[in-house]
């Protein structure tokens, strides 16, 4: 027995698209987001690196469902289930007859506790729809891997089913086959009887519809014998080019199946009919600086719509006739944001302050017959906004305060805390993947620069990749913790190349490399001016990694009693060197938005560059004059100068910046040598002709002039 279907999917020159329902056997492990034809779901999130074979399902909400819609009677029901954290909810395994009226075949109160185990539920033989439901979430979340679904006993009764090659059409399902304009092309379709016992008989076999005389019955057999197949010949021969449509119904003494209707999706020639008029009404809503919809009305001519992107300035590239392309993929000057029948779309790589330009063309056909309206395409634009940061926001943060730290610590903390797991299907997949061909995504390693490229859904384990603390996990006062929130926050969480990467860092300081040791790309490992192992990451991220761990120190100090002041081997001056050198852009001010978005809080340091000069994050103390203040201090305090007392030589070094000229004064106020060095990190002297006594030693930097007394013997 088989329910009402209406599906196709494309194979070369003929195809057939499923849209609702399964052919049973059906299972998945859930290796893509593309889900089997009849699977849907309410939500697409994954644990990217568990699963009884990682990637698995995973339920995090009251509500979320998967539901899987089959064409016959169902056998066994088997899927891996495995509860994480989860307490005081419920998860159901459900089956219905028309997805309408539910009922509980496996209901889940205390899950196998993070190991997937196995169960096995048997479905009524009427049921067509199995749902897995998270009805009601208290704490934790589920996690699912490896459902399947297998094919139901045959009965004795007499049951079509009809094929063409291996793929089974449902009733109601659409076939298309292509043919040159006049010329005759046969399509076999292989008709089957399911039964154990009695015979099936055809009655008649008769095409209809708007073209019916471009098709034509060639052959079909009266009676098909128990668990027998015989073949139904169908010829085409279209009168013109493009899409030709019929309808060719088998009756039958199937009890339930009595009119077997198969959708024939003709093409004339080499392309399907150019619809005759694009969709309309594109409208652009929901606009956030890290993302927004767009949704349009559908064309009555067409079938599908492919729509492009592009920033900056209006799309000029035209689809190909014959064409297929997936997302990611470049047409002229745009990419897809997707092609099919929908009418809504969300595209991902969205960053404030950018004006987006979009184009929605009309098409008809599938793969090679597929053909465009490149005419008037419709288009719409619009521009992202500078922030969503709230305009009253720091409405009581007063820099000139004395309990500006604190103050500034109370407003970032407490927040929400979101779950270590749920980094790869909310950063990763919500914020930082991109489009690429092929319908592949991107994500860039910050530290390097390094692009890799994968297959949704994300994973950890597959792509190498770890979720990096960028204040280091050893260096919280709370180590070695994974269950608080400072752990867990996303502000300093980034993707890296776990090997090449992640472990180069390890938890050593950030600093810039003089002597390199080893290098990846863009970033780099080895020692500092001052011999000190530091790691360096690709200028591009400096600042984004300087912000991070200084947003750290101040949402998490004096939490529980801690300070969390930069440990001693980490130089704040480099942090703040870079935290202006390198600002924030529009892809770090969208981030901290959809960050705020998660957790309900946001990064200062992002949203106010000079806060940082007056906050001393050594000892998270309070610095009243500012950067001014600070900037001589610090470069007064990271001013090097060895050996000290001097002879011959002496070197010259000021941490964080470069040396772009210098002087030694003598005592009576005199310039005994000075010159121009080019920004030099490290200046070596000659003062072999200096006479003994004692100097001053000023380094022009490019924020300002470092002072040191030194002796000369």
Same mark, same amino acid.
């Given at each position: 027995?088989?329910?009402?279907i209406?599906?196709?999917?494309?194979?070369l020159?003929?195809? /057939?698209?499923?849209?609702?329902q399964?052919i049973l056997p @059906?299972s998945?492990?859930?290796t893509?987001?593309?889900?089997?034809?009849?699977?849907?779901?309410?939500?697409?999130?994954?644990?990217?690196?568990s699963?009884?074979t990682?990637?698995?399902?995973?339920?995090?909400?009251?509500?979320?469902?998967l539901?899987?819609?089959?064409?016959?009677?169902?056998?066994?029901?088997?899927?891996?289930?495995?509860?994480?954290?989860f307490?005081g909810?419920?998860?159901?395994?459900?089956?219905?007859?028309?997805?309408?009226?539910?009922?509980?075949l496996h209901?889940?109160?205390?899950?196998?506790?993070?190991?997937y185990t196995?169960?096995?539920?048997?479905?009524?033989?009427?049921?067509?729809?199995i749902?897995?439901?998270y009805?009601?979430?208290?704490?934790?979340?589920?996690?699912l891997?490896?459902?399947?679904?297998?094919a139901?006993a045959?009965t004795?009764?007499?049951?079509?089913?009809?094929?063409?090659g291996?793929?089974?059409?449902?009733?109601g399902g659409?076939?298309?086959?292509?043919?040159?304009v006049?010329?005759?092309?046969p399509?076999?379709?292989?008709?089957?009887?399911?039964?154990?016992?009695?015979?099936?008989?055809?009655?008649?076999?008769?095409i209809?519809?708007?073209?019916?005389?471009? /098709?034509?019955?060639?052959?079909?057999?009266s009676?098909?014998?128990?668990?027998?197949?015989?073949?139904?010949v169908?010829?085409f021969?279209?009168?013109?080019?493009?899409?030709r449509?019929?309808?060719?119904?088998?009756a039958?003494?199937?009890?339930?199946?009595?009119?077997?209707?198969i959708?024939l999706?003709?093409?004339?020639?080499?392309?399907?009919?150019e619809?005759?008029?694009?969709a309309t009404?594109?409208?652009?809503?929901?606009v956030?600086?890290?993302?927004?919809?767009?949704?349009f009305?559908?064309s009555?001519?067409?079938?599908?719509?492919?729509?492009?992107?592009k920033?900056?300035?209006?799309?000029?590239?035209?689809?190909?006739?014959?064409?297929?392309? &997936?997302?990611? +993929?470049?047409?002229?000057?745009? &990419?897809?944001?997707?092609?099919?029948?929908?009418?809504?779309?969300?595209?991902?790589?969205i960053?404030?302050?950018t004006?987006?330009?979009?184009?929605?063309?009309a098409?008809?056909? /599938?793969?090679?017959?597929? #053909?465009?309206?490149?005419?008037s395409? !419709?288009?719409?634009?619009?521009?992202?906004?500078?922030t969503?940061m709230?305009?009253?926001?720091? #409405?009581?943060?007063?820099?000139?305060?004395?309990?500006?730290?604190? +103050?500034?610590?109370?407003?970032t903390?407490?927040?929400?805390?979101?779950?270590?797991?749920?980094?790869?299907?909310?950063?990763?997949k919500?914020?930082?993947?991109r489009?690429?061909?092929?319908?592949?995504?991107?994500?860039?390693?910050?530290?390097?620069g390094?692009n890799?490229?994968?297959? =949704?859904? /994300?994973?950890?384990?597959?792509?190498?990749?770890?979720?990096?603390?960028?204040y280091c996990?050893?260096?919280?006062?709370?180590?070695?913790?994974?269950?608080?929130?400072?752990?867990?926050?996303?502000?300093? %969480?980034?993707?890296?190349?776990?090997?090449?990467?992640?472990? %180069?860092?390890?938890?050593?300081?950030?600093?810039e490399?003089? @002597?390199?040791?080893?290098?990846?790309?863009?970033?780099k490992?080895? &020692?500092?001016?001052?011999?000190?192992?530091?790691?360096e990451?690709?200028?591009?991220?400096?600042?984004?990694?300087a912000?991070?761990?200084?947003?750290?120190?101040?949402?998490?100090?004096?939490?529980?009693g801690n300070t969390?002041?930069?440990?001693?081997?980490?130089? &704040?001056a480099?942090?703040?060197?870079?935290?202006f050198?390198?600002?924030?852009?529009?892809?770090?001010?969208?981030?901290?938005?959809?960050?705020?978005?998660?957790?309900?809080?946001?990064?200062?340091f992002?949203?106010?560059?000079?806060?940082?000069?007056?906050? #001393?994050?050594?000892?998270?103390t309070?610095?009243?004059?500012?950067?001014?203040?600070?900037? =001589?201090? %610090?470069?007064n305090?990271?001013f090097i100068?060895?050996?000290?007392?001097?002879?011959d030589?002496?070197?010259?070094?000021?941490?964080?910046?470069?040396i772009?000229?210098?002087?030694?004064?003598d005592?009576?106020?005199?310039?005994v040598?000075?010159?121009?060095?080019?920004?030099?990190?490290?200046?070596? !002297?000659?003062?072999?002709?200096?006479?003994?006594?004692?100097?001053?030693?000023?380094? !022009?930097?490019?924020?300002?002039i470092?002072?040191?007394?030194?002796?000369?013997?």
């Amino acid at each position: 027995m088989k329910r009402f279907i209406y599906a196709s999917i494309l194979v070369l020159l003929v195809s /057939f698209t499923g849209f609702s329902q399964a052919i049973l056997p @059906t299972s998945w492990s859930f290796t893509t987001t593309t889900l089997p034809t009849g699977w849907t779901e309410n939500e697409a999130v994954f644990y990217t690196a568990s699963g009884n074979t990682p990637p698995a399902k995973k339920f995090d909400s009251t509500g979320d469902n998967l539901v899987i819609h089959f064409a016959s009677n169902p056998g066994n029901l088997t899927y891996y289930l495995a509860g994480n954290s989860f307490t005081g909810g419920t998860f159901t395994v459900e089956e219905s007859e028309f997805g309408t009226t539910w009922t509980a075949l496996h209901t889940f109160t205390a899950p196998p506790a993070g190991t997937y185990t196995q169960f096995t539920d048997v479905p009524l033989s009427t049921s067509r729809y199995i749902r897995f439901i998270y009805t009601n979430k208290s704490a934790g979340n589920i996690g699912l891997d490896d459902v399947n679904i297998a094919a139901g006993a045959a009965t004795p009764a007499q049951e079509i089913n009809v094929k063409q090659g291996a793929t089974t059409i449902l009733s109601g399902g659409t076939y298309t086959m292509t043919s040159a304009v006049s010329t005759m092309t046969p399509t076999t379709f292989t008709v089957e009887n399911l039964g154990t016992a009695n015979t099936l008989n055809i009655t008649s076999a008769t095409i209809s519809g708007t073209n019916a005389a471009d /098709f034509s019955v060639a052959s079909s057999p009266s009676t098909v014998a128990a668990n027998s197949t015989d073949n139904l010949v169908v010829n085409f021969t279209p009168a013109a080019a493009g899409t030709r449509t019929a309808v060719l119904t088998i009756a039958s003494n199937d009890a339930d199946e009595a009119s077997y209707v198969i959708n024939l999706n003709g093409i004339g020639g080499s392309l399907a009919t150019e619809p005759s008029a694009q969709a309309t009404n594109l409208s652009l809503t929901n606009v956030k600086t890290y993302r927004l919809s767009g949704s349009f009305t559908p064309s009555s001519s067409a079938s599908g719509y492919l729509v492009l992107r592009k920033k900056g300035s209006a799309i000029t590239g035209v689809p190909v006739d014959g064409t297929a392309y &997936q997302r990611g +993929d470049i047409v002229g000057d745009a &990419q897809v944001v997707y092609s099919s029948n929908a009418t809504s779309f969300v595209p991902n790589n969205i960053v404030a302050s950018t004006g987006y330009y979009f184009a929605v063309y009309a098409y008809n056909g /599938f793969g090679s017959n597929i #053909n465009y309206l490149t005419t008037s395409p !419709l288009t719409a634009n619009v521009t992202t906004p500078a922030t969503m940061m709230p305009a009253n926001y720091y #409405n009581g943060i007063n820099t000139g305060s004395t309990s500006f730290v604190a +103050d500034l610590h109370n407003l970032t903390n407490p927040h929400n805390m979101q779950f270590y797991s749920n980094y790869g299907n909310y950063m990763v997949k919500g914020f930082a993947a991109r489009d690429t061909t092929l319908d592949r995504r991107v994500i860039t390693c910050v530290y390097s620069g390094e692009n890799k490229i994968y297959i =949704e859904p /994300f994973d950890f384990t597959a792509t190498g990749y770890s979720r990096e603390h960028t204040y280091c996990h050893s260096w919280m006062p709370t180590n070695p913790a994974t269950q608080l929130p400072e752990y867990k926050d996303y502000h300093h %969480l980034f993707p890296t190349n776990q090997d090449e990467v992640n472990a %180069l860092r390890s938890n050593y300081p950030l600093g810039e490399v003089v @002597t390199v040791q080893q290098a990846y790309l863009g970033c780099k490992f080895g &020692q500092d001016a001052n011999g000190n192992t530091v790691f360096e990451p690709r200028d591009e991220h400096k600042g984004d990694a300087a912000r991070a761990m200084m947003y750290e120190t101040i949402c998490y100090t004096t939490v529980s009693g801690n300070t969390w002041a930069l440990p001693a081997e980490q130089n &704040q001056a480099i942090l703040k060197q870079w935290h202006f050198n390198d600002l924030p852009d529009s892809w770090e001010i969208s981030r901290n938005d959809y960050v705020d978005s998660l957790q309900n809080n946001r990064n200062p340091f992002v949203d106010s560059v000079d806060f940082v000069c007056y906050v #001393n994050f050594s000892n998270m103390t309070y610095e009243p004059n500012g950067c001014q203040a600070s900037i =001589e201090e %610090l470069l007064n305090t990271n001013f090097i100068v060895y050996p000290n007392p001097a002879k011959d030589v002496l070197n010259l070094h000021v941490d964080a910046t470069t040396i772009s000229s210098y002087e030694i004064v003598d005592v009576q106020g005199r310039v005994v040598l000075s010159s121009n060095v080019s920004d030099l990190v490290l200046v070596k !002297l000659n003062i072999a002709s200096l006479n003994a006594g004692t100097y001053i030693v000023k380094a !022009l930097t490019p924020y300002g002039i470092a002072t040191r007394s030194i002796v000369i013997e």
